[in-house]
């Protein structure tokens, strides 16, 4: 997994700008806003780095 950083629910969003997401059932998606992505506790993503 290069350059994916885990994603730690307690802590939010990690970041503002742009981003790759793993979501937990393996799909990916590419150089989306980080804004625009759910960050809740119940959220699916798994890994997240920046674009």
Known sequence: MNN???WDRKKGR???GWIDVRYLDGKEFF???AE???WGTDSLIEFWRKA
């Open 4 to 6: 994916w950083e885990s």
């Open 14 to 16: 990690p970041v503002t």
């Open 31 to 33: 150089r989306k806003l």
């Open 36 to 38: 625009d992505c759910y």
